[in-house]
């Protein structure tokens, strides 16, 4: 189908197959199968069209045979050519506004599908139904080159899935249905503050859009980025959408929730910065407990190596003393014995010297005699004969002269009285006489029991001389 709405007319201008008037006063007979036929233009590519009528009664103008193959509105497909009439329908259906279609800007910039008008000039509005695949970057292009001529746009698209939606002013529309007309899937959405998102609208009919849009009601609004994520209640399903159509109503409301938002953010980051500034007093508060304990610590160590040292010096000294202690007693003790040892020689020499004076009062014969006087009863008695120790008088029987039977010590011949001490135990004493065995018993030191004597003369006798 190669159609357009739009021709230009020799004498009238732009005529338009869409209005009763051709939007000019003339009818459609006029130039529909007249003779001579009215030379019509297409507005776009200035090749020569004729009006038709197609089987389901729709007029249009059909180019001439040898068109141009670029003409931008030759290759736009029936569905496309519907969508058009059903936006200049609602446009005109909103008071005090009319629409043209496939309307060319002077200078060529934009081509509209079509341009809604108010009524006294003052805004225009360009409905673009779009249904040709196009870059996000070629329909932002677009749409600011509408901005710098000072006409608002809609893009409009009934696909399920358009790239661009929601990046530049834009609706999604589905055909009518089940006795529904025109109606407006997405692109206007309200604020929706218990849950904090936008919510698609998606009951509007298309007229009742395209009205309000003509009165300003709905404006194209940024969303804020917090609220990027729309939710699609018939889809279940959140969509990032950057621009929606709303109400000042309902922008005020995500102002509100922005302003909530941030106060609870700014909540947040001063419950974070104290919680911060807790943490790191605690922190702090922790490091100079470590700090106290550890000098806590180092006193102590000090203190106690301190106390060691103090007592390892108490042990040195009295160490030391007890060192210097032990040598003056073993001094004392060494002088001691040297005092005992001269003692004990003082009281040999002087038992030595007692007993030779002892043994020099008497003459080789009067010891003969006593030993005779000793061995003649023993030998009786014992059955034999004693043995006088021929060392003579030694200092360990008492300095007199052991006397042994059979080998064992049975006596001591006269000891020395100042020597009874040295005198072995349990032996027999014999001395010369009374007087002797009575010095030796005056010193106490003897059992006089033990003691025999013989009645001999102090004195030589006479006879023997
Ligand atoms: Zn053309």
Redesign the pocket.
Known sequence: MKL?FAAIHPKAGRIDATLPDLGCGLTWPAVHKTRPRVALR??????G?HAKVSARNLRYFA?DPG??AD????NESLEHHLLKLELATAVRAAADWHAELEVRSPDGTWRADVLASSHDGTRRIAWEAQLSPITIDDIEERTERYGAAGVGVCWVSPAAQAPWMGHVPSIRVREPAQGRPWTVVEGPAAFDFDHGTWVTIDTLELTAFVRWVSRGQPVVHEVRPRYHRVWFGADDLYRRRRLVWTTSAHIDTETRHEAMRQRQDARKRQREEQQHQAEQQAAAEAEARRQDQQRQREIRAAEEAARRDEQLRKWAADAEQARQRRETEEKQRQAQLRAAEQQRLRQEQHERLAADRWWGELSAAQIHELREAVAEPLWKTHAARPEFDTQGPTPEHAYGIAIRIRQRLHGVLRPNPASLHRLPPAVWVYVRNAREAQQLAATGTIDPARIVHFNLPDHEQMSLI
């Open positions: 357009a297409c507005p776009e590519c200035g090749h069209v180019h068109r141009p003409c931008a509105w030759l």
